[in-house]
């Protein structure tokens, strides 16, 4: 089986509108490795069910997901956008996952100890099973490179575990040891009510998050009630790593302007916050506008999102099912080999 060296897999979840934590920390960063690497991004309904989703909302947010990936600047002719339930393989080779990784790497998850908290004995098998089912995500196509934003790491550490297991167990090189490429200045997007939490879509302030979807006049009206502290801005990086939220927000203007947190320090740093953001606000509706108004032109094309979903579909599965294949002759399944009389 022909080895890839530049193969990327990822995945981001319709469970609900995308915010700044997913552009920054995940679709930017796709949007510029498309040209360096073959792509395969997926929109992972099946996880999203972990948690209850509404049926209705959720092929509507799927295609939303697709709709933002093109929105965003990945393009869809070069590279394989798809979504997860449509590939059987991903589920398939998540069940050999889960009798693969062990119960102790689960437990040591620290998003499922977020996520159940403690409600841990009331939450879905899939919540905690999840890991492996991200695993096969990016192993069912031999990928070698993962961008995600920071809190998939350890996520990501467990797939390389799970590689490394099998290969070992069966005595066979066929998965590669994928790499995480946890990239930017915006590796983890704070709330921007609390510079020490992670911004996410359960927060149930609406005020920690900006979405894509939000209008020019929300993002600037967000920023300007973002929390930050009474002093001016820091003017160093060392200065800044002591107030969350302050640091919090250079680097998402660092992110958003393709900059790095340093030099946005050196422009702004011993100023008040109001103009940074006044300044801020209008970068992050320069950017998010055009791309929400393009999620919305995509969303009333249903043959054409459509038509991406199913060709994306066919390329996954052609290059999903011979790894899948494969892991059944290792295992030792009977599978392909039943002779045909
Ligand atoms: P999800 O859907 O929660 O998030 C999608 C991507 O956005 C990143 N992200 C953030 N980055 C920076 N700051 C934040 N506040 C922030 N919030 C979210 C995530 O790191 C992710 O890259 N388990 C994954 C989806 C997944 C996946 C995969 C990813 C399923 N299978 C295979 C990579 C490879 C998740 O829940 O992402």
């Known amino acids: 089986m022909e080895k890839p060296t530049n193969r990327i897999l990822s995945g981001v979840q319709p469970s609900g509108d995308l915010h700044l934590g997913n552009y920054l920390g995940a679709i930017k960063n796709f949007v510029s490795l ?27 947010k799927t295609r939303e997901v697709t ?19 449509q590939v059987p393989q991903h589920a398939q080779l998540a069940w050999m996952f889960s009798c693969i990784a062990r119960m102790g790497w689960l437990n040591r ?38 961008p995600v934003g920071e809190d998939q790491k350890q996520h990501l550490e ?32 704070m709330s921007l009510r609390d510079g020490t939490k992670k911004m996410s879509k359960s927060d149930p302030s609406d005020y920690s998050r900006i979405m894509l979807t939000d209008s020019k006049e929300n993002i600037v009206q967000k920023i300007k009630k973002a929390k930050t502290d ?17 640091l919090n927000l250079l680097t998402i203007f660092a992110a958003l302007n393709d900059s790095d947190t340093e030099e946005v320090i050196s422009n702004y740093g011993g100023k008040e916050f109001s103009q940074f953001k006044n300044d801020l606000g209008e970068l992050a ?6 791309i929400s108004d393009e999620v919305n032109k995509l969303m009333s094309d249903k ?18 099912k011979p790894v899948l294949d494969k892991v059944f002759e290792i295992l030792g399944f009977l599978h392909n080999n039943i002779p045909k009389n």
């Open 303 to 320: 043959v054409y999102l459509d038509s991406i979903i199913v060709s994306g579909k066919e390329k996954a599965i052609s290059v999903a």
């Open 158 to 189: 467990l797939t390389r575990d799970i590689a490394q297991k099998f290969n070992n167990d069966f005595k066979h090189e066929l998965f590669p040891i994928p790499e995480p490429l946890i990239l930017g200045e915006a590796k983890r997007v």
């Open 109 to 146: 998850m620290t998003q499922f100890k977020d996520k159940a908290g403690k409600n841990s004995e009331n939450v879905s098998v899939g919540l905690f099973s999840y890991p492996t089912l991200m695993a096969a995500d990016i192993l069912i196509y031999l990928a070698t490179h993962v």
């Open 230 to 246: 009474p002093l001016p801005l820091p003017d160093s990086l060392e200065d800044a790593k002591a107030r969350p939220e302050a």
């Open 67 to 85: 709709a933002a990936f093109i929105a965003s600047g990945i393009d869809p002719k070069k590279n394989t956008l798809f979504v997860q339930s």
């Open 34 to 60: 498309q040209h360096k690497y073959e792509c395969f991004f997926c929109v992972v309904d099946l996880h999203a069910i972990t948690v209850w989703q509404d049926p209705a909302t959720l092929a509507q």
């Open 285 to 290: 509706s320069s950017k998010l506008s055009p």
